[in-house]
């Protein structure tokens, strides 16, 4: 690209930087800045430094947090039995978004990927190994995504964590989404959803 | 969306304000930043600041510049008899790049379009017609996108410039885009190039 602007071009830059912005699409939005009055841009900047200069992970369950223990760590009406293990924040606001869970959570800040060079220490295996040890959960729900590298996590944290007798692991559920049609779901989840087929409840009984 | 941080929630708040970015992309962008070293950030929203506090628009062509005359009006070796209207920024950039044109430009900075209220007003419009009265230029071609707004744009200036008789007016070509399919090409481009029609010139003679 030719800009007229060393200015332009630094922001294009810049934004272009992010995941999944192109150049074009960082022009785009360089120039709807500047179209915009100067405050709406100095608020952006001054918020994500204040995001990025601020922001805490849980000393308790590594999800992301203004104080040092999050809000769901802190709520004492939550059923400490049970803990859900989750890859990512995203993760915890989408199963927080169903409303029907109601235990605590350990996020892992992402899974073993020896491709991208993540290894166990990187992620936040250790502090859930210490949590576990000193606490009286009776389940271990593990909400992953069905990837080769989701599966090789939770095989390894159930290996470090399975000499725990009393606890009951489980994974979420798979199979069929809810409104899918059968014939558009992949052979592998059409295939498990009938290895794992549950007993039928007629929902009015 | 439910956060856990109020941190996280006016950062993806402020990053959906940009055009074409929604709440998940923000949430997605967000997370990067907090992935990445906090210099990246910190440069980021630097970065953007200086850009939307020192840009200015070209004096001369309403082009965005670092200086108070674009690198294009200050170019002498460039032809001053043809001026190229565009509608955008980035409609110099795109011309500049073919490397076909060395005339100048001048940039309206959008077009008239009544349901977003932009009037003549709005628009370098004034600033096109005393650089014109100012000059000797011999040939004005108008580089507009085929919109109906972009046609009453056209429409306006050319009314406003028609009495400098020793001025040719122009417009880009409009036809089949080179490599594409002529089966692909909707009616009205494919309409206006038949009815547009040239003579063939074999490139060997």
């Not at 009286?136 to 069905?146: H, L, P, Q, R, Y």
């Given at each position: 690209?030719?800009?007229?602007s060393?200015l332009?071009e630094?922001a294009?830059?810049?934004i ?5 912005i192109g150049k074009?699409t960082a022009?785009?939005l360089?120039?709807?800045?500047l179209?915009?009055?100067?405050e709406n841009t100095?608020?952006l900047a001054?918020t994500?430094e204040k ?8 000393e308790?369950c ?6 040092p ?10 059923d ?7 890859e990512?924040i995203r993760d ?8 029907l869970y109601?235990?605590?959570y350990h996020?892992?800040g992402g899974v073993?990927?020896?491709?991208e060079?993540?290894g166990p220490q990187?992620l936040a295996i250790n ?5 576990v040890?000193?606490?009286n959960?009776k ?11 989701s599966?090789?996590t939770?095989?390894y944290?159930?290996?470090?964590l399975?000499?725990h007798?009393t ?16 014939e558009f779901?992949?052979e592998?989840t059409?295939?498990?959803s009938?290895?794992k087929r549950?007993?039928?409840?007629n929902?009015?009984?």
């Amino acid at each position: 690209m030719n800009f007229s602007s060393t200015l332009l071009e630094n922001a294009v830059n810049e934004i272009s930087q992010l995941p999944g912005i192109g150049k074009r699409t960082a022009l785009r939005l360089a120039l709807h800045l500047l179209k915009q009055p100067k405050e709406n841009t100095f608020n952006l900047a001054k918020t994500l430094e204040k995001f990025r200069e601020n922001i805490i992970f849980c000393e308790n369950c590594n999800n992301i947090s203004d104080t040092p223990k999050c809000e769901i760590c802190k709520n004492p009406n939550r059923d400490e039995n049970v803990l859900c293990v989750v890859e990512d924040i995203r993760d915890v606001m989408a199963i927080e978004n169903t409303g029907l869970y109601k235990g605590y959570y350990h996020v892992l800040g992402g899974v073993i990927s020896p491709i991208e060079g993540i290894g166990p220490q990187d992620l936040a295996i250790n502090l859930l190994i210490e949590r576990v040890s000193n606490s009286n959960i009776k389940e271990i729900v593990f909400a992953f995504s069905t990837t080769m590298e989701s599966e090789t996590t939770l095989f390894y944290i159930h290996k470090k964590l399975s000499h725990h007798d009393t606890i009951l692991f489980s994974t979420i559920a798979t199979g069929i989404p809810i409104g899918n049609d059968l014939e558009f779901a992949d052979e592998m989840t059409l295939g498990r959803s009938i290895m794992k087929r549950v007993p039928y409840q007629n929902s009015t009984s």
